[in-house]
């Protein structure tokens, strides 16, 4: 059987070196705060390319504590708006809603399946504070266009980072590009923790000393709180663990690269729409998402030949019964999107044969 995802396969690459790590934590006795999530820190943001990086929970909090950070500092205030990508996972539409701001939701290009540059403008109001972009599947959702829209209005641009560690544009990473970024490295990601963890990054030393206090309880300094915060940390085993793990990103990133293109140059299907790359440093191919009015069938046809597939991902945000107040509302090329998307395994452990197998598998699909 081929998984979609095989992660004791992804530890194993490190086995070695994270049990050294994870002893080394253990030995040490000290457990929150230390000196391994600062190393982490510092290497992270040494690898984005900003000046600053704190280590959170997870990326779901990354993203919410940016929010939060430029609330307390006067930079927003509850019911403004943030632009933000209607087919994006519900993560990045939640850390809107939960500190009282609207979610804005704008369609993708069904070609890139990212945010459509031209259909922001019209979305802006005299509300509006941010557009956040989204990095979906790896591919980089930055450009020229959106920033420039960011200077005309005044907007900050923030970026969703959860599924692009190591994605570029220009020679600049993701996470580098706009005012702020948040991490997420579940243990899927291509920058993988052994749980839940994530990471905020930014060159602004005020937004970067205020997400810290956020997440630390709302304190600077031990039993003195500024904010009203919570608590969401980066522990140390996780932070020992990405520090190993991120020696080797660029590499596996170039793997993932490698089954992306034996696919590209491979699969022939008049019923599947196969990822457009212009460039293939703007993709880290966290998904290999694919576009079929078959989903459902050529997910059981796969599955029946041993080869396992997910969808990401089957509702929309603006369906899911949390937001029901948006459920009437019509979003037809994030629903097409919804509706249509299979996404075959890509990993760092998987291997040419088994790229091979998938790709004459679904030539002989009928």
């Known amino acids: 059987m081929i998984k979609f995802l095989d992660l004791q396969k992804v530890t194993q690459l490190h086995i070695d070196e994270i049990n050294e790590a994870i002893q080394r934590v253990i030995n040490s006795g000290w457990y929150l705060q230390g000196k391994e999530v600062q190393t982490f820190e510092e290497q992270y943001a040494a690898y984005i390319g900003t000046r600053h990086c704190i280590g959170v929970g997870n990326g779901l909090d990354a993203l919410r504590l940016i929010l939060r950070a430029y609330i307390e500092l006067g930079i927003m205030k509850e019911g403004d708006e943030i632009i933000v990508p209607a087919n994006t996972y519900i993560a990045s539409i939640l850390a809107i ?12 290009d069904i070609e890139t399946l990212q945010i459509d540059p031209s259909k922001i403008e019209n979305a802006i109001t005299d509300k509006t504070k941010a557009i956040m972009i989204v990095h979906l599947y790896g591919r980089c959702a930055y450009n020229e266009s959106v920033a420039n829209l960011c200077k005309q209005y005044g ?23 706009g005012d702020a970024a948040g991490h997420s490295f579940y243990p899927g990601k291509n920058l993988g923790a052994l749980g839940d963890a994530g990471a905020v990054t ?27 915060g919570f608590n969401s940390r980066l522990d140390e ?25 034996l696919y590209l140059e491979n699969i022939r299907h008049h019923d599947i729409v196969l990822p457009i790359v ?6 880290v ?6 576009l079929t009015t078959q989903r459902d069938k050529l997910q059981k046809y796969l599955s029946d030949q041993d080869i396992r597939t997910l969808i990401h991902y089957p509702i929309p945000p603006h369906k899911q019964t949390c937001y029901t107040a948006w459920n009437e509302l019509s979003f037809p090329i994030t629903e ?19 790229a091979t197998k998938i790709t004459e598998t679904i030539n002989r699909w009928k």
């Open 336 to 354: 097409k999107i919804h509706e249509q998307e299979l996404s075959l395994p890509i990993s760092a452990v998987m291997n040419k044969n088994q």
């Open 97 to 108: 809603s939960d500190n009282n701001l609207k979610p804005v939701l704008v369609e993708p």
């Open 237 to 261: 085993i996780q932070a020992a663990v990405l520090s190993i793990k991120l020696r080797y990103l660029d590499e596996e990133n170039q793997k993932r690269k490698g089954i992306a293109k």
């Open 155 to 177: 907007l900050k641009l923030i970026e969703d980072n959860a599924q692009a560690h190591g994605c570029q544009y220009k020679n600049k990473r993701t996470g580098s590009l």
């Open 278 to 283: 212009d460039n293939w440093d703007s993709n």
């Open 202 to 228: 930014t060159n602004d030393l005020t937004l970067a000393d205020c997400v810290r206090t956020l997440a630390n309880y709302g304190s600077s300094r031990k039993y003195i709180f500024t904010y009203q």
């Open 285 to 290: 191919f966290h998904i290999f998402p694919t």
